[in-house]
């Protein structure tokens, strides 16, 4: 299994879970835009090079990628204009937010030796 592969199991599984918090607006892998694909790849990379890190750790490294790229915290989730709601500390999430992050580690975890 490779990185793109668990990518595609991590982001299928934030749909989901998007889609069962009502927060909904996830395209499946398939039709999802390049830069969203490239990030979950580069967060599955994440916790391949830094297996104990928390799940704060994984956020603060997305955060960082997303500055780096352009991003500004908004409101609305807006890739348009780069504007993201959830640009701002871990332990200021909603826990439904926190969430992703842990299942995010989780899937990685659990399929890693299939690499």
């Known amino acids: 299994m490779d990185i793109e592969i668990i990518a595609r199991v991590c982001h299928e599984a ?3 879970l998007c889609d069962a918090s009502g927060e909904g607006g996830q395209q499946s ?3 999802a835009p390049e830069w969203q694909r490239q ?3 580069q967060g599955v990379q994440f916790v391949i090079d830094n297996p104990t890190a928390p799940a704060s750790a994984q956020h603060d490294n997305w955060m960082a990628v997303k500055l780096a790229d352009g991003w500004k915290y908004g409101s609305v989730k807006d890739a348009d204009i780069k504007e993201h709601p959830c640009l701002v ?5 909603p826990a439904e937010q926190r969430a992703k ?3 995010f580690q989780a899937i990685v975890k ?5 690499i």
Do not use: V
């Open 14 to 16: 934030n749909k989901a």
């Open 29 to 31: 892998w398939d039709f």
């Open 39 to 41: 990030s979950a790849m």
């Open 89 to 93: 500390p871990f332990d200021q999430l």
């Open 101 to 103: 992050d842990y299942l």
């Open 110 to 114: 659990s399929l890693i030796n299939a």
